[in-house]
């Protein structure tokens, strides 16, 4: 070997997971790219009219009203978007790739935190960059799960350093983009009841973040009483029991009407029950943070009514993390994936896969696994 090819090769190598993230960030991109024209059902009949809405309304002056089911934050930058010359689609997708990447590379750093191994790290970043799953929802579908999960991965990493405020700041964001984001929150109940380490007075922090993110909009005229409103407005924007997921209802699908009560009131009797036993147990959820976050948003997602067939995304990432972290948990990763995979395909591109009530069978199953062995292992303080 010449002196300059063992100089190349050493350079390398020094550098290798550094060009590793930059290869895969660029096929990542192309990837998405290449998802670009694609229109969804939801952007032809909603979020281009939504768009088309706000632009006519003057931009930034359409913030007076409320338009679609946007929250203030979002319609604040979807307004600002149209004063630019893209198009709505691109407008769409390009924001939610870009938290992608963000998404990305908080996973990296809270695996290279919590690992202390770099290569566990990049794993994750080039998984969850790569995921059919992520680059779907926003490259495909133009979805913006990929922002609000990016809050709640930075939620769970500041509570998991103590570090309370700006993980209640982080949570208030989250919930500033998605009402979803309440799923975590039995996680952070369990953590303030038995780590007895911070103040309920953070839990204002969330309304606080809502209120400043509202401040564009109140700007333009909204009432101080509009983000309550908004929330009440989502709380009631279903009457379906379960939309194209996976969940214990999908095994029946049942009527709303009279199933709704049923499924709030076990979805709280689960919710209890683990309360319950970790306080019975003394358990101390130590090291298993991360495996409960995701346990309080699967639990809801699974029982709760009127789910679509994008909530469990943030399940989905959290799995990917922790495989990366502990690979006994590639099995319940692996039935998530394939269970938002059907779903995708069948909104996305009508395929015609009529095997809903299997995939609700076998995520109920899997989450019965994931939930024996999750509590077993909090009990006896397993940490791997």
């Not at 209802?249 to 309360?275: C, E």
Request: with cysteine; glycine share 4%; net charge neutral.
């Amino acid at each position: 070997m010449y002196v300059f090819e063992k100089r190349i090769i050493d350079w390398l190598k020094e550098r290798k997971y550094a060009i590793f993230i930059g290869v895969i960030s660029l096929i990542g991109l192309f990837i998405r790219f290449e998802n670009k024209y694609f229109e969804s059902e939801d952007y032809l009949i909603y979020l281009s009219n939504w768009y088309m809405e706000i632009k006519n309304g003057g931009g930034l002056s359409a913030l007076s009203q409320q338009v679609g089911n946007y929250p203030a934050v979002y319609q604040t930058l979807i307004a600002l978007f149209s004063y630019l010359p893209i198009s709505p689609l691109y407008a769409y997708k390009g924001l939610s790739v870009i938290f992608d990447y963000l998404l990305a590379f908080e996973a990296y750093r809270f695996l290279k935190e919590n690992s202390k191994d770099k290569f566990k790290a990049v794993l994750a970043y080039a998984i969850v960059i790569l995921s059919p799953i992520v680059i779907m929802n926003s490259a495909t579908w133009g979805q913006c799960d990929s922002i609000y999960t990016f809050f709640l991965i930075l939620t769970i990493h500041r509570l998991s350093q103590k570090k309370y405020r700006a993980a209640f700041i982080y949570y208030g964001l989250a919930f500033a983009f998605k009402m979803q984001s309440i799923f975590l929150l039995p996680y952070i109940l369990y953590l303030y009841i038995t780590e007895e380490d911070f103040s309920l007075m953070n839990f204002l922090y969330i309304p606080a973040v809502i209120y400043l993110t509202y401040i564009p909009a109140f700007l333009f005229g909204r009432s101080l009483f509009d983000p309550i409103a908004n929330y009440l407005y989502l709380a009631e924007f279903s009457n379906d029991l379960c939309m194209n997921v996976a969940n214990l209802w999908s095994i029946g699908n049942g009527d709303y009407m009279s199933m709704q009560y049923v499924a709030m009131g076990l979805t709280l009797l689960v919710l209890g029950a683990a309360l319950l036993y970790i306080l019975e147990k003394k358990v101390k959820i130590g090291e298993h943070q991360l495996e409960l976050a995701a346990w309080s948003i699967w639990t809801c997602v699974l029982f709760l009514p009127a789910m679509h067939d994008r909530y469990f995304y943030p399940v989905e990432i959290i799995l990917i993390i922790l495989v990366c972290l502990k690979r006994k948990y590639l099995k319940e990763s692996f039935v998530l994936f394939m269970a938002a995979l059907q779903a995708y395909c069948v909104y996305l591109y009508h395929m015609d896969v009529n095997a809903i009530w299997l995939m609700g069978m076998l995520m109920t199953g899997t989450y019965l696994y994931y939930t024996y062995h999750l509590f077993n292992d909090m009990k006896k303080g397993v940490t791997k």
